[in-house]
């Protein structure tokens, strides 16, 4: 577990305040080595709160079950469990390639 204050922490990983709240925990951690649970901790901490997200909109939502939800999800820049989370709540299926 990362545990320093925030120079020794941007010092460590540089950018990583700015991104904190901003990105999702899961894309903040790939950035930086480190797992999901060790940025929420962080940002926890630092008492940055989470990234906001809000519902998909129409667009959006006709894209869910198009694609994998981590391709879906990078594209959007918001978490995969949030995608998955949208296209269950409307009781879509998952995209499977054998679907072509």
């Known amino acids: 577990m990362v545990d320093c204050p925030r120079q020794a922490l941007e010092e460590t990983y540089p950018g990583i305040l700015e991104r904190l709240g901003v990105e999702p925990d899961s894309m ?3 950035r930086y080595k480190l797992s999901r649970q060790e940025v929420h901790n ?4 630092l008492g940055v709160p989470s990234r906001t997200l809000e519902e998909p909109t129409p667009e959006i939502e006709e894209m869910l079950g198009t ?6 999800a990078f594209r959007l820049e918001v978490g995969t469990a949030a995608v998955k989370r949208w296209r269950q709540e409307r009781d879509i299926p998952k995209w499977d390639l054998a679907d072509l």
């Open 42 to 45: 962080l940002r926890t901490r």
């Open 67 to 72: 694609m994998p939800d981590t391709v879906l």
């Open 28 to 30: 903040v951690g790939d």
